[in-house]
Every structure is written in structure tokens, then in C-alpha cells.
């Protein structure tokens, strides 16, 4: 009963997150808990929906410049952020005729090549590490104009890759080769690498997990970021779950 995300309506909601003991959701097109009598609640879709309310608020946006390059990072583990930056790029992909490079740059949990079914054994650590353009080290997904720029072999060191001066070079050919580049961070509460990636992109998403997330994590990740002149352009809230029974749902 937990498989949808939502948008929140603003960034400024984060300071509304409920601690782990009484979580409130807040309200969004298409996630309430009002659906009409005789239709079963299809949580697959409703995260679909969700994903593509995203892109067109974030991306396609017709009033302002979109970002291009753009930061996922929870405020801690296990909040689904992988999932939903994956979901989003398959969105995003559909919706767009320009490429979309999908990177992950979590190098303390990677998980995917995992979800697209694909193997990990060359990406961005030998981006970083290696000559060549950055197009060679990523990989074709099933939808055409997405690719994956896999984490690649990871070691101890791995994540200081992160603050070198060859991240900024290969981040600038992303925002060259690809037209929208999406990066799937670590969380913020544990480690700064999203921190480092954030002040390279258009701005940053934060993922929440409902009933889990902490208000006070989040604002003191909020306020970091705010200091470190990183945009959050979206705060994400995961894992909600409805007050209704599932077996209610069935009668709906």
C-alpha cells in the first residue's frame, strides 16, 4: 500500500514532514484518497502519474529556463530515491525528443543496472579515471533516447572520485552531449557527495520517506543546502501510505 510517490507542492513543505510516529500526507493531484466508486486504486499507476507531473512542473516547464542537469538525493537510506529518479528519466524520455542520460553517481549503494536489467562493469569511475568521451561510457536503454551512465567498478576510494577536478569536466560534457542529464545521489544526512554533485547541476530533489523521515533532518538538509547557494527544485515525499484498509480498496 505504499508503492506511490507524490509531488509536493512546493520545497517549502518540507518544514510539514510528521516524524515517524504521526505522518499527515500532503494533498496531490492524483494521490488523494477520493477516487470515483466502481475504479480499484492502481498504485503502479498512480506512481506514473505522479512521475510525469514531475517532469512537466520541473522540465517542462514553458515560463522559465528547465534545468538540465539535475541532483535525486534522499534525506536518508532506503527512501526509495534510485526508484523514483529512475521512473522520472523513463518519464522524461517519453516526453521529450532530446536525449536523456541517466547517472548514477551513488557509488555507496548502487542499484540501477539492477533496475534496467543491465550490467555495471563500465561507467562513470572510469569516466573518471579514463580519456574518451563520455557517450562511450554509457549505455543504451531500452527506450531510444535514454542511456545509462552506470556508477562503473567501485572501490574504498571510490566516492572521492566525486570531489576531484574531473567530475566538473565530465558533468560539463553530460550538459554537451546529452539535453537533460538526471543523477542518482547518496542520501543527504550521511554524506556529503550529493552536496558536491548539487553545486555542479541545475538544482537538486529531495526525496522524503513518509513515516520515516525526520522534520528536523529535513530542514537542517534544507538550510545546508541553502548555504551551499544548491536550488531545490522539487521535495519529493515516497512511501506514503493510505489510513484506508487494502481491503477496502477492493470495494472502491
Known amino acids: 500500500m505504499s508503492r506511490n510517490f507524490e509531488l509536493m507542492q512546493q520545497a517549502g513543505q518540507v518544514s510539514h514532514v510528521a516524524s515517524p510516529?504521526?505522518?499527515?500526507p500532503t494533498a496531490a493531484s492524483g494521490?488523494?484518497?477520493?477516487r470515483p466508486h466502481g475504479i480499484r486504486l492502481d498504485f503502479d499507476q498512480i506512481a506514473c502519474e505522479e512521475a510525469l507531473r514531475l517532469v512537466q512542473r520541473i522540465f517542462?516547464?514553458?515560463?522559465?529556463?528547465?534545468?538540465?542537469?539535475?541532483?535525486?538525493?534522499?534525506?536518508?537510506k532506503g527512501s526509495g530515491c534510485s526508484e523514483i529518479c529512475a521512473q522520472v528519466a523513463e518519464t522524461l524520455a517519453r516526453n521529450v525528443r532530446g536525449s536523456v542520460c541517466l547517472v548514477e553517481a551513488n557509488f555507496r549503494s548502487p542499484s540501477l543496472p539492477q533496475l534496467f536489467g543491465t550490467t555495471n562493469h563500465f561507467g562513470l569511475t572510469e569516466?573518471?579515471?579514463?580519456d574518451g568521451p563520455i557517450r562511450s561510457f554509457a549505455k543504451p536503454l531500452h527506450t531510444e533516447n535514454l542511456w545509462l551512465l552506470s556508477c562503473g567498478s567501485v572501490a574504498g576510494d571510490s566516492p572521492s572520485l566525486l570531489n576531484s577536478d574531473r567530475i566538473k569536466a565530465r558533468f560539463d560534457e553530460l550538459r554537451?552531449?546529452?539535453?537533460?542529464?538526471?543523477?542518482?545521489?547518496?542520501?543527504?544526512s550521511p554524506y556529503a557527495d550529493a552536496m558536491t554533485l548539487g553545486q555542479l547541476a541545475d538544482g537538486l530533489?529531495?526525496?522524503l520517506e513518509a513515516n520515516s523521515t525526520r522534520r528536523e533532518a529535513a530542514l537542517r538538509v534544507a538550510e545546508n543546502l541553502s548555504g551551499a547557494q544548491i536550488r531545490v527544485l522539487a521535495a519529493v515525499?515516497?512511501?506514503r501510505t493510505f489510513p484506508i484498509p487494502e481491503s477496502l480498496y477492493h470495494r472502491l
Open 127 to 130: 569516466a573518471l579515471l579514463r
Open 31 to 34: 494521490t488523494g484518497n477520493t
Open 60 to 76: 517542462l516547464l514553458q515560463t522559465q529556463k528547465p534545468p538540465r542537469l539535475a541532483v535525486f538525493a534522499a534525506i536518508d
Open 21 to 24: 510516529q504521526a505522518v499527515t
Open 176 to 188: 554537451r552531449e546529452f539535453d537533460y542529464v538526471l543523477v542518482d545521489a547518496p542520501p543527504l
Open 237 to 239: 515525499l515516497n512511501k
Open 205 to 207: 530533489i529531495m526525496v
